[in-house]
């Protein structure tokens, strides 16, 4: 399985997101010019999984947000932070909707995936581990946490 989502998008239009199953998994929205503006999940407290999600955003889509792709998978929380960690490697900060993630706690569960699931998953984060180079300024500002939690 590739990191990143390659899937083709769909528009979010009431028809394509009733035509969605309750599974769990991870989303993309993006707008007209394919731009990804949020990454979510559909985790187990969602109501009616993927379909209940993407019909919120639907509803209130956020960052001019107008088409959508998913992935189902049971290991939605891992794959959700892969998305994210991906996104933030490529493009040095997160979608412009993703503003509930704390970009130094992704940079912190990066480096302990890697140390838990191997390289595969550190190249994933960059080739030295920091998902993204922003961080190596501001990192003598949280190294006290990190080293503390993480030795």
């Known amino acids: 399985m590739a990191v990143r989502l390659d899937k083709p998008w769909n528009a979010l239009t009431d028809a394509n997101v009733a035509a969605l199953a309750g599974h769990l998994g991870v989303y993309q929205l993006a707008n007209a010019v394919d731009e990804i503006v949020y990454i979510g999940v559909a985790d187990a407290r969602t109501a009616f999984g993927l379909r209940g999600e993407l019909t919120a955003m639907r509803d209130n889509p956020p960052a001019g947000a107008v088409q959508f792709r998913i992935e ?29 993630i704390d970009q ?15 390289p595969d998953l550190q190249r994933s984060c960059g080739n030295d581990g920091f998902p993204h180079r922003w961080l190596v300024r501001h990192l003598e500002e949280i190294q006290t946490t990190c080293y503390v939690r993480h030795g």
């Open 104 to 118: 130094a706690g992704l940079y912190f569960q990066c480096l302990e995936n890697g140390r838990q699931r191997g």
């Open 72 to 100: 189902v998978t049971m290991s939605y929380r891992t794959r959700h932070l892969e998305l994210l960690q991906a996104y933030l490697h490529d493009h040095g900060g997160l979608p412009v909707a993703n503003t509930d």
